[in-house]
């Protein structure tokens, strides 16, 4: 079992997860890599997990040797949640840091064009895959996640509190995601704090058909002046994991450049 008493050489951000380790979900490019990256700098050993292996194993090559392993699979597969959570106990013996950063949007339209398989597809990933994480982490004999005070953080989104053209069952899903947030978090404290970030348009390929074809045009209407990085949500993401948010739970953090300040929709 490998030892993670100690850590890296504190980065340019601390070493707020020192001896913690973390799952990361949907973990091999944008969001997912970028949080993965921010904890592994701040200390942490992390378990990455997405779909496609060989995208998987690039990015744990990227990372500090020693301070990171990957599982593919879907973080809809229930045996690969279970191979994940035995791989991290063998590998580890413990959990301290859930993030939920997968998602699918199979369906782009009106909602009066919705096929029923796309919305069961949107709903199984977004919403009750990161539901059977939480419970499976929890109750996982070899992780210890309730005594180590575990820190689950939901990867939702803007497009939840507004509705956006062409999204809008996606949006649907993650407002159903910000809601489990909270009632989780009532659920399972105080041993273990559930948070949540709502990004808007994060300059990723996951939201590449949202920008691609005018990013200029789309950042002018952000007060702030650019679309979200991955890097700006994964700083967000490990503060809400980290001690400096231990009296943080049940909150969705808005993560939108200013845009719903003036109105916007992302």
């Known amino acids: 079992m490998m030892q993670v008493d100690g850590g890296p050489e504190p980065g340019s951000w601390g070493n707020r997860f020192a001896g913690r380790v973390a799952i990361v979900t949907g973990a091999s490019r944008g969001i997912g890599f970028a949080t993965a990256e921010r904890l592994v700098a701040e200390g942490a050993a992390v378990c990455l997990t997405a779909r496609r292996a060989a995208d998987l194993e690039v990015a744990v090559r990227s ?149 691609a074809s005018n990013e200029d045009e789309i950042s002018a209407g952000y007060p702030l002046g650019r679309l979200g990085e991955p890097s700006d949500i994964a700083a967000a993401i490990a503060f809400l994991a980290s001690d400096d948010a231990d009296w943080v739970t049940g909150r969705v953090l808005t993560l939108d450049g200013g845009l719903a300040t003036v109105g916007g929709t992302a």
């Open 63 to 211: 990372l500090p040797e020693g301070r990171a392993i990957g599982v593919a699979g879907k973080a809809d597969d229930p045996d690969h949640r279970g191979e994940v959570l035995d791989a991290v106990a063998a590998r580890f013996g413990r959990l301290d840091v859930l993030v939920n950063a997968a998602g699918a949007n199979p369906a782009y339209g009106p909602l009066m064009d919705l096929e029923p398989d796309a919305a069961r597809k949107t709903l199984e990933v977004n919403l009750l895959a990161p539901l059977a994480w939480t419970q499976h982490v929890a109750r996982h004999p070899g992780l210890g996640f309730r005594e180590h005070r575990g820190r689950v953080v939901n990867l939702s989104s803007s497009t939840s509190e507004t509705p956006s053209p062409g999204i809008g069952f996606y949006g649907v899903a993650k407002a159903a995601l910000s809601h489990l947030t909270r009632t989780l978090a009532a659920e399972l404290a105080p041993e273990i704090r559930v948070n949540a970030v709502a990004p808007a348009v994060v300059r990723t390929r996951f939201s590449e058909a949202l920008y």
